[in-house]
T-cell receptor, first 114, second 114 residues
């Protein structure tokens, strides 16, 4: 069966510090991968999605970047965090190929920028 | 452009009551997928159902049922005999067939009062 991991679970970082959140998927090959952010009490905002290694699409201009160095690894980064980067970050995967399968989500990382 | 509207921001019902969560969507596509996700207090989104626009049959899974009406662009979710464990935020989502991305509604926070 497939599993998705995210770490860390929680993170408190000062403004201006770098960020690296990691997501890995097990039990599947060539998945589509996604990063979402959920601000407190609000809906989900798609940040990045990837259909393959080094194939990443950005959905909104922002202070963040994403990389996919391996097939089942997706990393969310920032060089300098802003207060507005605080939120709940969710990684998700779906079956590879543009077939609109459901997405499966990881446990999330709660980021607080102070 | 696609849009999903969940007009009910918060709902509270007493345990064992039935509750319906509304979802209205907008799309210019003739074929699409609709989804429901549950986000319990732990934060992880749990996939509940995917429905193809070709299939307007209602679906029942235990205490959960979904009513898809293409004529009114609605995909409502009913929980019968609600339980405290049903307390969560519920998201409705829409996807074009052949597209990797989901458009989420803003969610409905459901609280079941014991």
């Amino acid at each position: 069966s497939q599993t998705i991991h995210q770490w860390p679970a929680t993170l408190v970082q000062p403004v201006g510090s770098p960020l690296s959140l990691e997501c890995t998927v097990e039990g599947t090959s060539n998945p589509n991968l996604y990063w979402y952010r959920q601000a407190a009490g609000r809906g989900l905002q798609l940040l990045f999605y990837s259909i393959g290694i080094d194939q990443i699409s950005s959905e909104v201009p922002q202070n963040l970047s994403a990389s996919r160095p391996q097939d089942r690894q997706f990393i969310l980064s920032s060089k300098k965090l802003l207060l507005s980067d605080s939120g709940f970050y969710l990684c998700a995967w779906s079956v590879g190929g543009a077939s609109s399968y459901e997405q499966y989500f990881g446990p999330g990382t709660r980021l607080t920028v102070t | 452009a696609q849009k999903v509207t969940q007009a009910q921001t918060e709902i509270s019902v007493v345990e064992k009551e039935d509750v319906t969560l509304d979802c209205v969507y907008e799309t210019r596509d003739t074929t699409y997928y609709l989804f429901w996700y549950k986000q319990p207090p732990s934060g992880e989104l749990v996939f509940l159902i995917r429905r193809n626009s070709f299939d307007e049959q209602n679906e029942i899974s235990g205490r959960y049922s979904w009513n898809f009406q293409k004529s009114t662009s609605s995909f409502n979710f009913t929980i019968t005999a609600s339980q405290v464990v049903d307390s969560a935020v519920y998201f409705c989502a829409l996807s074009r067939i052949g597209n990797e991305k989901l458009t989420f509604g803003t969610g409905t926070r459901l609280t079941i009062i014991p």
